[in-house]
């Protein structure tokens, strides 16, 4: 069971570098979401999907951008990378079903801005 | 927006039960979830508790809601150095983006031998 897969497990980038980070769940999940977690402050929303060819903005979506073209992959994109961009970064995924159903996480990208 | 505190950093002897707290503004709130995070890993769900009820217990973690005071907690029994982690809170409410969740900024748990 593979889960929610992200790639790479770490990066290096200079300021102003482009990147696409990976994610891909074998669930067939609706939902699909970005996370950035910066020390103390817990996990917050970049940008999230409830289904293929939707996307919206969360609570921190600027300098990112995000694309859902099938169910099993949801890519997240920073066109200009800042220091202020590294983090590191996590995908989850749920199904569409309102309830308790939980998100499932992937194990996350770091990432450091130089 | 809607915010989840917890206190930052809780340390422990080995044995002892750790209690980890929450609070929570949204009061729309449906679900209410614990996370545990190894270092280096992911996030693993633990327990979540739905909004009608105070309390739930599993195993060893109990978790109690006062949903007038917005407050949740978990409680570890006869806490294990395989305890030491970071414990997320986090919320699912109708006034969350895309129903998505809210996640407290994390209690780091040290557990002494």
């Known amino acids: 069971n593979a889960g929610v897969t992200q790639t790479p497990k770490f990066q290096v980038l200079k300021t102003g570098q482009s990147m696409t980070l990976q994610c891909a769940q074998d669930?067939?999940?609706?939902?699909m979401s970005w996370y950035r977690q910066d020390p103390g402050m817990g996990l917050r929303l970049i940008h999230y999907?409830?289904?293929?060819?939707?996307?919206d903005q969360g609570e921190v979506p600027n300098g990112y951008n995000v694309s859902r073209s099938t169910t099993e992959d949801f890519p997240l994109r920073l066109l200009s990378a800042a220091p202020s961009q590294t983090s590191v970064y996590f995908c989850?995924?749920?199904?569409?079903?309102?309830?308790?159903?939980?998100?499932?996480f992937g194990d996350g990208t770091r990432l450091s801005i130089l | 927006g809607e915010d989840v505190e917890q206190s930052l950093f809780l340390s422990v002897r080995e044995g002892d039960s750790s209690v980890i707290n929450c609070t929570y503004t949204?009061?729309?709130?449906?679900?209410l979830y614990w996370y545990k995070q190894e270092p280096g890993a992911g996030l693993q769900l633990l327990t979540y508790?739905?909004?009608?009820?105070d309390m739930k217990q599993d195993q060893r973690l109990t978790v109690l809601l006062n949903k007038k005071d917005k407050h949740l907690s978990l409680r570890i029994a006869d806490t294990q150095t395989g305890d030491s982690a970071i414990y997320f809170c986090?919320?699912?409410?109708?006034?969350?983006?895309?129903?998505?969740?809210?996640f407290g900024g994390g209690t780091r748990l040290m557990v002494k031998p």
């Open positions: 989850a995924s749920r199904p569409l079903q309102s309830g308790n159903q939980p998100q499932h």
């Open positions: 669930m067939n999940h609706e939902y």
């Open positions: 999907s409830v289904g293929a060819g939707i996307t």
């Open positions: 949204d009061s729309s709130s449906t679900y």
């Open positions: 508790i739905f909004s009608n009820m």
């Open positions: 986090a919320e699912r409410g109708r006034n969350n983006a895309g129903n998505m969740l809210t």
